[in-house]
């Protein structure tokens, strides 16, 4: 069973890598294997980036939560507050989801006061609080904005300092 499974797998992996779909005429898997003279890509090469892909993750949440927060709340932004959590309403978050930024018209106002038990109010105060969920605070868009010039900006003075700009 072990072993129909494998031959399935290189049969596959045969017809999958065929040169006449990957490679131009004239040319071999064998002609792109590394040389004294030439090195070509692997598929270890991939786990370099990888590795370092989860570091800059790791670097940026650090640097949000250590560094930009304090100082967004140190100019006088509010730390982030949990906003209040609304009542599960699939209806309501049906028609959320399907008008513009929770907007309703008096036609769907209607259809909803039919179908939910609620007052035209009680819609509009959920829809505000729904779309206010949505919203980024000003903590959160301070620390975007300050870690997007940060990272840029080391991007450009490095790029200039390579260069000799």
Same mark, same amino acid.
């Given at each position: ?9 290189? +049969?596959? *992996? ?20 590394? =040389?004294?003279?030439? &090195?070509?890509?692997?598929? *270890? ?45 699939? #209806? ?5 989801? *399907?008008?513009? /930024? +929770? %907007?309703?018209?008096? /036609? ?5 006061? /039919?179908?939910? !038990?609620? #007052?035209?109010?009680?819609?509009? &105060?959920?829809?505000?609080? &729904?779309?206010?969920? !949505?919203?980024? *605070?000003? =903590?959160? %868009? ?10 840029? +900006? +080391? ?7 390579? =260069?000799?700009?």
């Amino acid at each position: 069973m072990v072993q129909a499974i494998q031959d399935a797998f290189w +049969g596959f *992996s045969e017809r999958f890598w065929t040169p006449v779909i990957w490679l131009p005429p004239n040319v071999t898997w064998n002609d792109l294997k590394s =040389t004294e003279a030439a &090195r070509y890509g692997t598929t *270890s090469d991939i786990y370099l980036p990888i590795l370092f892909s989860f570091v800059l993750i790791f670097i940026r949440i650090i640097v949000e939560r250590f560094i930009f927060c304090p100082i967004a709340v140190a100019y006088g932004l509010k730390p982030q507050i949990k906003r209040s959590s609304l009542v599960n309403n699939p #209806t309501l978050e049906k028609a959320y989801l *399907s008008s513009r /930024k +929770g %907007k309703l018209s008096k /036609k769907e106002m209607q259809g909803l006061l /039919k179908q939910v !038990d609620m #007052t035209e109010r009680q819609i509009e &105060r959920w829809m505000r609080l &729904r779309f206010s969920q !949505d919203r980024p *605070s000003k =903590t959160v %868009k301070f620390t975007e904005t300050a870690l997007s010039l940060t990272m840029f +900006g +080391g991007i450009t003075c490095s790029n200039s300092v390579s =260069t000799g700009h």
